[in-house]
């Protein structure tokens, strides 16, 4: 009777465990095969399929799908029509917001130093790293053009995104370029005119100490230059802190910077060393679209 009673519980326990797993419907079946034919899903990524749920467009209703492999989880709504024979998926978009003026709101501008119109009505943002060449090329060719054809009705600002990983001064290089926007803005686009047109000169160091120590005799040259107060910059200098750099890095990603160069006008994102007839293109819709406001 015991050995009955014991066989009993675990056959119970089995259908327990049975019922927390439900074995995919016939439904969800088609759904997982027809998603990995079309989509390539590799067989190591598992689909699993939520049961049909009432949605607000008639004749469907709604179906979440998760994609599930390495850890990961990434859900993407469905909608299903209601015969089961059409699966649409749901890209909603909420016309009542600008995207590029919601773009904008995530970019923090406070005290960044502005060349060409603090206030004109579009604003160009590039995210930055001193060490890029690219940056380079479009710093010494692009923007001098862009700056000379539309600085009276453009706002142009720099954020930092050093590719650290790649490119191992940009960071010091950077902290360095914002101690000098503390006190001048001036100050802050000359250095960045001599580091993007001399970045040779801080390669040709033999090791990343000296490469520091070369970026911060021209920091001082710069503070010079323009007259600074020199203790205040010795000690931001030397303290190196990189929380704005990581905050810009972190504001970068989130509006979707990925590399470098990445221009934003007025939220509309142009990435790359393009050629001058896009940055153009780019302006002039802008500037239209900011006068007819």
Not at 4 to 22: E, S, Y
Not at 32 to 39: C, K, M, V, Y
Not at 53 to 60: D, G, H, K, W
Request: glycine share 6%; hydrophobic share 40%; proline share 5%.
């Amino acid at each position: 009777m015991a050995s009955f009673k014991r066989t009993l519980i675990l056959f119970l326990l089995v259908c327990l465990g049975c019922l927390a797993q439900p074995a995919p419907t016939e439904l969800a079946q088609r759904i997982e095969r027809q998603l990995r034919a079309t989509e390539n899903v590799p067989a190591a990524v598992k689909v699993i399929v939520s049961s049909p749920r009432a949605s607000e467009f008639p004749n469907y209703d709604g179906v979440t799908i998760t994609f599930e492999g390495d850890g990961k989880k990434q859900n993407y709504e469905f909608l299903l029509s209601k015969d089961k024979r059409t699966l649409l998926q749901l890209t909603k978009m909420d016309l009542s917001a600008d995207p590029y003026m919601e773009i904008m709101k995530k970019i923090n501008l406070k005290g960044r130093p502005v060349r060409g119109n603090p206030n004109g009505k579009v604003v160009a943002v590039m995210y930055d790293d001193f060490q890029c060449p690219f940056c380079s090329r479009v710093h010494q060719i692009r923007f001098p053009e862009l700056l000379k054809e539309y600085g009276e009705r453009v706002g142009f600002i720099y954020k930092d995104f050093p590719l650290s990983e790649i490119h191992p001064w940009a960071i010091h290089a950077a902290v360095d370029a914002n101690c000098l926007a503390v006190q001048s803005g001036d100050a802050y686009w000359d250095f960045a005119d001599y580091i993007h047109t001399n970045r040779q000169i801080v390669n040709s160091e033999q090791d990343l100490d000296k490469e520091f120590a070369a970026l911060d005799r021209i920091t001082m040259s710069e503070a010079a230059k323009f007259g600074l107060d020199m203790p205040k910059l010795q000690s931001c200098v030397k303290t190196q802190s990189d929380n704005a750099i990581k905050d810009s890095i972190k504001e970068g990603e989130s509006v979707g910077v990925s590399g470098t160069p990445a221009m934003f006008v007025n939220g509309q994102m142009i990435d790359g060393a393009r050629p001058a007839s896009e940055f153009r293109s780019l302006f002039e819709s802008a500037l239209e679209q900011a006068d007819s406001k």
